[in-house]
């Protein structure tokens, strides 16, 4: 089984200032890991995912993480935020082995900025 | 255009009363999902499908129920045994076969509150 630890319900930054969400995961087998976010009273959005290859994977509105699999993390980054940015995120991790389709989600992050 | 529908937004209804939510896709996608989201659990699997005719539970199943029998839709009955089911529903497709990963799409969600 896995698991998926987010440990900031909230974080609040100021408008193009950095910021870091944390991802940690437990897993027996191998994963795949990914990030989304939502917007209020919206679906879910993929933002970017780690399936192989390069450890650092970047969105295409700024955001990067990292898998660090010693860590067992997958930190969200942005080096500047903007008030657009202000959602719930939401890091989850499928297991890699093909036709388990299962997702887990973690309890989600908050982030508001402020202008 | 390509999506998953899930009518309607809003869903008003009194205790003790069953309650179905729609889940339409026109992608093309084998397998469905649906999750329940509550404020600080981040979103949990109630039951997934990967194929018509065919459904498992997933890990909140108790109070739920589920069909497929068309490729596109799935519906959600929220039945009178669900003791809390107020909370936001979220429906998601995907596509199985022989790719090792296939990224879940997301549907707009249903906000059920029960009076």
């Known amino acids: 089984a896995q698991s998926v630890t987010q440990l900031d319900s909230q974080v609040p930054v100021f408008e193009e200032a950095p910021v870091e969400l944390r991802c940690n995961y437990s897993?027996?087998?191998?994963?795949?890991l990914f990030w989304y976010v939502q917007y209020p009273n919206q679906g879910l959005q993929l933002l970017l995912k780690?399936?192989?290859?390069?450890?650092l994977v970047e969105s295409i509105n700024g955001f990067e993480a990292e898998f660090n699999k010693s860590q067992t993390s997958f930190h969200l980054r942005k080096p500047s935020v903007h008030i657009s940015d202000t959602a719930e995120y939401f890091c989850?991790?499928?297991?890699?082995?093909?036709?388990?389709?299962?997702?887990?989600f973690g309890t989600g992050t908050r982030l508001t900025i402020i202008p | 255009d390509g999506g998953i529908t899930q009518s309607p937004k809003y869903l008003f209804r009194k205790e003790g009363q069953n309650v179905t939510l729609s889940c339409e896709q026109n992608?093309?996608?084998?397998?469905m999902y649906w999750y329940r989201q509550d404020p600080g659990q981040g979103l949990r699997l109630i039951y997934y499908?990967?194929?018509?005719?065919?459904?498992q539970k997933g890990d909140i199943a108790e109070g739920y129920s589920v069909s497929r029998e068309k490729k596109e839709s799935f519906p959600l009955t929220v039945t009178s045994a669900q003791k809390n089911p107020t909370a936001f529903y979220l429906c998601?497709?995907?596509?199985?076969?022989?790719?090792?990963?296939?990224?879940?799409?997301f549907g707009p969600g249903t906000r059920l509150t029960v009076l």
């Open positions: 780690y399936l192989s290859g390069s450890t």
């Open positions: 499908s990967q194929i018509v005719n065919d459904f």
């Open positions: 989850a991790v499928k297991p890699s082995n093909f036709g388990n389709e299962k997702l887990t």
């Open positions: 992608l093309n996608h084998d397998a």
């Open positions: 897993s027996s087998v191998s994963v795949y």
């Open positions: 998601a497709s995907t596509t199985s076969g022989r790719i090792s990963y296939n990224e879940q799409f």
